[in-house]
């Protein structure tokens, strides 16, 4: 049958010739031109390609191209190149104080913006992405610092961490007044009642008043006569319903009874003094700062 050309009945096209089962017969219908002159082009492409660009693994390595481009190297090249357009960036930052800097529209841009990418990085886990805070971590926004709220306070208090693994660590403990037997029960449930009444938290006044006599002899060397707080102590401000640690009444007695001594990490020799610098005045800039 080869070479043997006939033509459909129905459609009229041209058969090949093959035949299945007496009568069902293949119909001759080439792929179009313009597909396979497609077709052959991505070969012609992918040949080009191939010689060119990085293409085939080989046994240590791969083929690398006559272009010899990488896009490691391509990205490596991007990075230096913003390295270096940041460089005058970061050497101001490390020459000019943080109050000097804070006064630097431009450069108070950059720190702000580097500032919130770190502080993305290594404070969120804890403080949160807003800095908001959680119980036992503090919120960064409001104006209630436990250790003190200038850029310079900031600044060491990020350097030296807080009860940390640091030399000059911001350090105090307030007493385990219940745990240590230093209070009672008894005595623990009014001072309790006199801390949540210096905010306004209607209790019991009797108590109250009972607790203010220990709050005088136990707790006032820390926060104070009126229980404003003492940052050299890290001791916080009770009158201003910000709680670190919760303010219900059972917050309060659990603090008074064990303690709480909260940790923050040192980040001196863990980030670079110009990345410090760059948090410190990015924190104090959330709001809260002093
Ligand atoms: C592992 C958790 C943790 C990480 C990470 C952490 N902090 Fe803290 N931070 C704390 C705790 C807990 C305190 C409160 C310590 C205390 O009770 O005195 C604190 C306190 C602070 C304070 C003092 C607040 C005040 O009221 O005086 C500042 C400022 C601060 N952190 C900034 C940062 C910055 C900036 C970073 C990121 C470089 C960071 N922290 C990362 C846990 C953390
Ligand atoms: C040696 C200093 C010291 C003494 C004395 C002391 N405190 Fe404290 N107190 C602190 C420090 C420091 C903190 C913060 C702990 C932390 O951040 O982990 C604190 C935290 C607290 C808190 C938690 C506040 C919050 O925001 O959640 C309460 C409540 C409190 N103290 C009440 C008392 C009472 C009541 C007494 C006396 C019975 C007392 N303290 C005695 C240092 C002291």
Redesign the pocket.
């Known amino acids: 049958m080869a070479g043997h050309k006939e033509l459909d009945t129905v459609t009229g096209a041209e058969t090949t010739g093959h035949v299945w089962d007496g009568d069902i017969k293949e119909l001759n219908k080439p792929l179009p031109r313009w597909w396979l002159y497609v077709f052959y082009a991505c070969i012609v492409w992918a040949i080009g390609y191939w010689i060119l660009y990085p293409a085939w693994p080989l046994v240590d390595g791969y083929s690398k191209g006559v272009l010899g481009y990488s896009q490691r190297v391509s990205v490596a090249n991007d990075i230096a190149a913003a390295k270096e357009s940041q460089a005058h960036f970061i050497e101001a930052i490390a020459a000019k104080s943080a109050a000097e800097i804070e006064k630097d529209a431009d450069l108070m841009e950059f720190v702000l913006r580097g500032g919130a990418a770190?502080?993305g990085n290594?404070?969120a886990?804890?403080?949160g992405k807003g800095a908001q805070g959680f119980k036992?971590?503090?919120n960064?926004n409001d104006d209630?610092?436990?250790?003190?709220?200038t850029l310079e306070?900031?600044e060491t208090?990020?350097r030296h961490g807080?009860?940390a693994d640091h030399p000059e660590t911001?350090d105090s403990a307030m007493p385990r007044f219940g745990a240590d037997q230093i209070l009672t029960n008894v005595q623990i449930s009014d001072t309790a009642e006199f801390v949540l009444s210096l905010s306004g938290a209607a209790g019991d006044a009797a108590a109250a008043e009972r607790g203010k006599e220990i709050f005088a002899e136990q707790c006032a060397a820390c926060h104070g006569e009126e229980g404003k707080g003492t940052?050299e102590m890290?001791a916080p401000n009770l009158t201003d319903a910000i709680w670190?640690y919760g303010g219900s009444k059972a917050d309060v007695e659990e603090t008074i009874r064990n303690s709480?001594?909260?940790?923050?990490?040192a980040?001196e020799g863990k980030?670079d003094p110009v990345t410090?610098k760059m948090?410190?005045i990015?924190?104090h800039a959330l709001g809260g700062g002093k």
Not at 144 to 149: H, K, S
Not at 260 to 265: D, E
């Open positions: 770190q502080f290594s404070c886990p804890c403080h036992g971590y503090p960064l209630d610092w436990l250790w003190g709220g306070e900031i208090t990020i807080i009860r911001r940052p890290g670190l709480r001594s909260g940790v923050m990490p980040w980030l410090i948090l410190a990015y924190v």
